[in-house]
């Protein structure tokens, strides 16, 4: 597996502009024509995949970076130009790394994807215009959910700024989650990444995404403790993070989310009881592991208790509640 293919060492919020000589790099493009120095939208989009991505992804012939700059410069039949709308055309660029990074030919469906069409027509992509006096529709939604999806999410992903709506469960993603995406795309409402193959740490600058309401990661390999992070989201109504590796003590900080609605955190590897801060919620679903005799998460409010092998196995605790209830009723 390349080394570049997340390109790691993307990490700023903005693309830094440097001082090339992209006369250096014409011949970039193995069994291509060299790129002349009086195709000043070749230069150009060569000198910006170089300090959007970096000169040591884009060097290299392999990368899913190197590929989509090389098709943007001789096959995109549009011909976009970065010089005339810079931050349109990086989303046009991740969406190109994207496909080269994840085997793009072999996905369900891929209609129009690498066409002469808008990047807005493409399978999966919504655009609108982000403000009364915009002319040029921004990608805002991207659902490529259960469409064999296969391989690490490029860094690239960040410069998808204006995104609100990001789905791409149910697929083969694998490695850990770029930090550019979390710095970026702050204006997302809604990331769904669950059931993918996704390891790694939760970032911690998960909660630099403030206007997000719905996280769900389940069904992935993360491991490490829950980000105390987690409870800057104060929008948030839908915590999903059941089925991973998460270890350590549930975040009493998350008590204070006071729009969260549910919280799924069953079959992991967190102990100890479930804080008091997250039970006066009184969320409307909260799962974990609080059945048997010896729960790993005794919980006192939560909707379902469940247990892990030997038997695995869940339970209502609320059906339970009720009759306890009524009986007491009775008695009176």
């Not at 992209?22 to 150009?44: F, L, M």
Request: charged share 25%; with cysteine.
């Amino acid at each position: 597996m390349s080394v570049f293919l997340s390109s790691i060492n993307v990490v700023s919020a903005a693309v830094k502009k440097l001082n090339i000589d992209t006369r250096r790099y014409s011949k970039i493009c193995a069994n291509r024509h060299p790129i002349e120095d009086y195709d000043k939208r070749g230069h150009a989009i060569l000198k910006l995949a170089i300090e959007a991505s970096s000169l040591t992804s884009i060097l290299s012939k392999d990368s899913p970076q190197h590929k989509a700059m090389c098709w943007m410069i001789h096959d995109d039949q549009r011909k976009v130009d970065p010089r005339g709308n810079r931050a349109k055309f990086l989303e046009r660029y991740a969406l190109v790394t994207l496909y080269s990074n994840t085997k793009g030919p072999g996905w369900t469906r891929s209609d129009n994807w690498l066409g002469k069409e808008d990047e807005c027509t493409w399978y999966g992509i919504t655009c609108t215009r982000t403000s009364p006096v915009s002319l040029k529709k921004r990608i805002t939604t991207i659902d490529l959910s259960f469409n064999k999806v296969d391989g690490i999410l490029p860094a690239e992903v960040g410069y998808l700024t204006e995104v609100t709506d990001l789905d791409l469960n149910g697929n083969s993603l694998q490695g850990v989650l770029p930090s550019l995406m979390f710095v970026n795309l702050k204006k997302l409402r809604r990331l769904n990444l669950h059931m993918n193959d996704l390891f790694g740490a939760i970032p911690t600058n998960v909660g630099n995404l403030k206007n997000l309401k719905e996280l769900t990661l389940f069904g992935n390999f993360f491991f490490g403790k829950i980000p105390e992070t987690i409870s800057n989201l104060k929008k948030l109504e839908n915590l999903d993070l059941y089925a991973n590796n998460l270890t350590g003590r549930i975040p009493a900080s998350i008590g204070t989310l006071k729009k969260l609605k549910e919280f799924y955190v069953n079959d992991n590897e967190v102990a100890g009881r479930m804080p008091k801060e997250v039970c006066a919620l009184k969320l409307q679903h909260l799962i974990s592991d609080c059945l048997g005799a010896r729960p790993e998460v005794p919980c006192d409010c939560c909707s379902v208790c469940c247990q892990g092998l030997p038997d695995p196995k869940c339970r209502s605790m609320r059906a339970g509640k009720a009759t306890q209830k009524k009986k007491k009723k009775a008695k009176k």
